[in-house]
T-cell receptor, first 112, second 115 residues
Framework: QKEVEQNSGPLSVPEGAIASLNCTYSDRGSQSFFWYRQYSGKSPELIMSIYSNGDKEDGRFTAQLNKASQYVSLLIRDSQPSDSATYLCAVKANTGGFKTIFGAGTRLFVKA | DGGITQSPKYLFRKEGQNVTLSCEQNLNHDAMYWYRQDPGQGLRLIYYSQIVNDFQKGDIAEGYSVSREKKESFPLTVTSAQKNPTAFYLC??????????????FGSGTQLSVL
């Protein structure tokens, strides 16, 4: 079982719609959860971090965490073509020091 | 401007050759990391260092070596023992905080290809 799992996609949504990205993780002791956005050929950039159960909103982005279900999601409201990228879910494990474990990423296409 | 600088942007390796990827940061971060990314895949950890003169193997360290002689620098050598080195290599740094609130700052990456 992979430590962090995401649907590879691609996920295609029309402009203005809500894009929903999902991620599950295996280490029940994980404390920190992150969503990074990566444009093709570029390095990842952090867009959201979440540490406690519930929702966290930042502009058009909402991260949701459910530790009991070992599930974290990212909602992008009013999706724009510029949101088209690969979204990487990352989890900071409770073991192994300061390692951050990444999922394989979900490719999102927002159609104009 | 503070940041992480990786060089070169593109690198070609001949069979049997060792090559070194450079990573320099001026963010005064203690922790530095090397990740490998293959097409359509996530980032896999090669090596990481939490402090000068100390580093640990990540999940795919075989065929790679690192050094951490200065806080600012964490070079990665891809040795001839790494039989499939073609990938996008990302260096990152962070201020480690115990258990929470770690943000990774990434360099712009090095694309390594085999001739």
């Amino acid at each position: 079982q992979k430590e962090v799992e995401q649907n590879s996609g691609p996920l295609s949504v029309p402009e203005g719609a809500i894009a929903s990205l999902n991620c599950t993780y295996s280490d029940r002791g994980s404390q920190s959860f992150f969503w990074y956005r990566q444009y093709s050929g570029k390095s990842p950039e952090l867009i959201m971090s979440i540490y406690s159960n519930g929702d966290k909103e930042d502009g058009r982005f909402t991260a949701q965490l459910n530790k009991a279900s070992q599930y974290v999601s990212l909602l992008i409201r009013d999706s724009q073509p510029s949101d088209s990228a690969t979204y990487l879910c990352a989890v900071k494990a409770n073991t192994g020091g300061f390692k951050t474990i990444f999922g394989a990423g979900t490719r999102l296409f927002v159609k104009a | 401007d503070g940041g992480i600088t990786q060089s070169p942007k593109y690198l070609f390796r001949k069979e049997g050759q060792n090559v070194t990827l450079s990573c320099e940061q001026n963010l005064n971060h203690d922790a530095m990391y090397w990740y490998r990314q293959d097409p359509g895949q996530g980032l896999r950890l090669i090596y990481y260092s939490q402090i000068v003169n100390d580093f640990q193997k990540g999940d795919i360290a075989e065929g790679y070596s690192v050094s951490r002689e200065k806080k600012e620098s964490f070079p990665l050598t891809v040795t001839s023992a790494q039989k499939n080195p073609t990938a996008f290599y990302l260096c990152a740094s962070s201020i480690p905080t115990w258990g929470t609130n770690e943000k990774l700052f990434f360099g712009s990456g090095t694309q390594l290809s085999v001739l």
